[in-house]
């Protein structure tokens, strides 16, 4: 069965870094998603990607987050300048049509920023 | 916000019961969808309901939705060990827009 692939599992990085996030989403799919979830808290929205360009984004991504389909299969999440509040779990998600059909999600990329 | 919000926020329960897990919202919805998260693992998702749906089934799974009191329940029937994890409600408003999702509820079974 496709599935949404996410890499890395698991980064540690120290504050003022900049991190990329990568995900492979589902061949056939054309909406694309960043959420993210802190420990022990609910998912969050950040951002979705449509057609080569950002569709709509949360209050949560601000300049310090970008994303890019850098090719025909990759959409990475970009932040600049980590901060401690940034350590949470990233989910890439894909779907096939925009809201109303189901969104996969990947298993997530843990970020811990110290 | 139409933030959906499940109750109970925890439910144990013994292998073989049923376990209901409800989640309400607060504005109109296009659709409504529940995952599954096993700890520290990825969102799986479980069902989506049509706004225009009253319940749906999958398996061991029901979920009805109510558009007039915003709600909705999961019922997972004849639980098993491995159904334990965490389940949060996910709800769209219209095309395009974010899922939104509430809070959860972590259900444990034990054997």
């Known amino acids: 069965e496709p599935e949404v692939t996410q890499t890395p599992s698991h980064q540690v990085t120290q504050m003022g870094q900049e991190v990329i996030l990568r995900c492979v989403p589902i061949s056939n799919h054309l909406y694309f998603y960043w959420y993210r979830q802190i420990l022990g808290q609910k998912v969050e929205f950040l951002v979705s990607?449509?057609?080569?360009?950002?569709?709509?984004k949360s209050e949560i991504f601000d300049d310090q987050f970008s994303v890019e389909r850098p090719d025909g299969s990759n959409f990475t999440l970009k932040i600049r300048s980590t901060k401690l509040e940034d350590s949470a779990m990233y989910f890439c998600?894909?779907?096939?049509?925009?809201?109303?059909?189901?969104?996969?999600f990947g298993e997530g990329s843990w970020l811990t920023v110290v | 916000s139409q933030q959906g919000e499940e109750d109970p926020q925890a439910l144990s329960i013994q292998e073989g019961e049923n376990a209901t897990m409800n989640c309400s919202y607060k504005t109109s919805i296009n659709n409504l969808q529940w995952y599954r998260q096993n700890s520290g693992r990825g969102l799986v998702h479980l069902i989506l309901i049509r706004s225009n749906e009253r319940e749906k089934h999958s398996g061991r799974l029901r979920v009805t939705l109510d558009t007039s009191k915003k709600s909705s329940s999961l019922l997972i029937t004849a639980s098993r060990a491995a159904d334990t994890a965490s389940y949060f409600c996910a709800t769209d408003v219209w095309r395009n827009t974010p899922l939104v999702f509430g809070k959860g509820t972590r259900l444990s079974v034990i054997a």
């Open positions: 998600a894909s779907s096939e049509e925009g809201s109303g059909n189901t969104i996969y």
């Open positions: 990607f449509y057609n080569n360009e950002i569709s709509e």
